[in-house]
């Protein structure tokens, strides 16, 4: 007579599904976090530039994914108060966007300090969509160039994170000078793009060691056009000395239709060429003949446009380039 087959049951140490009593595995779900850099302005300390970098982080915001916290952080280096506020008014706007869940804005002290906060908390949180709008050297984004204190994440200093600090579908947006080559050009330019050796700079560094693309220029950055078209140049200087005339320099000059000077005790408080006004004072170059020191342009509603490549060093492209792992 043949023998009833038995039911066969899991083997080891996998526990029957008749035994209601097993424990369930639960897989941790990292939550996401933007972080949005400025840098401080103490290179060109002009009315036309001083407030570029936080004009093109309002920009930049446009191309974040909501993450569930924001971080705003900044050099505050060579800022006003005044100046200051608008970092407020950008951290008001993306929470109004929902950028972040939570919105908070850091003060950045030391390259350890930025080091410190891309490291922080990765296990629970994943770093989504980076941004920064600052100068850059070939090899390091600087995020305050010509400042007393240094604030700078460069190609020797990429090990010091996690290299899972980023999400699967993590980005990193540098609009820094060069940050995607790694040979110095001496104003002289390059033959071609081979020479400029993209492969070694920081921004292929950092795609290869988080495993993210990483987007950022072969050129050095131009943030001319940032806070006004060159076109209104004339108007807004005219517009700034009458009303420096009117009300002399401790209030701030409104700029119709859409900009406002910010007073600024000695900025630009120099002789020499004029960099981007128009009108200067036949015969006398620079801010003071302009009209333009002791204040920074702002533009009320912040940056019209994200940076551009500028035209050096020749021999390169002026897209914004997006470097993958292992791709160069």
Known sequence: MASTPRKRTAAGSLTPISDRNRVEVKVKVPKTENILFIGSEMYYDLFWLKMMFIGAAYCMTAKMRSADRLVIAYVDEGYTHMEKLAIDQLASQCEAKALGKSVEVQKLGSSGALTRLLNREREDYKLLDVFFA????????????????????????????????????????????????????????FKSEADAKPE?????????????????????????????????????????????????????????????????????????????????????????????????????????????????????????????????
């Open 200 to 328: 070694a700079s920081l921004a292929q560094k950092m795609a290869d060691h988080f495993g993210i693309e990483v987007h950022a220029f072969l050129r050095r950055s131009f943030y001319g056009d940032v806070l006004r078209d060159k076109s209104q140049s004339d108007n807004i200087v005219k517009a700034l000395v009458e009303g420096r005339e009117a009300g002399g320099d401790a209030a701030v000059i409104p700029i119709p239709p859409e900009h406002e000077g910010l007073p600024h005790a000695g900025l630009a408080n120099r002789w020499g060429r004029v960099v981007y006004g128009t009108i200067p004072t036949p015969g006398i170059g620079g801010p003071l003949g302009e009209g333009t020191d002791n204040f920074a342009l702002w533009r009320k509603k912040g940056g019209r446009t994200l940076p551009t490549a500028g035209d050096s060093p020749t021999g390169l492209g002026s897209d914004m380039r997006v470097f993958r792992p292992g791709t160069q």
């Open 134 to 189: 600052s100068h850059g050297v070939v090899g390091a984004i600087d995020l305050n160039y010509q400042g007393n204190r240094t604030v700078k994440l460069a190609t020797g200093s990429i090990s010091s994170i996690a290299s899972n600090a980023f999400a699967v579908h993590g980005r990193l947006f540098s609009y820094a000078c060069r940050t995607g080559v790694s040979i110095e050009d001496a104003q002289m330019g």
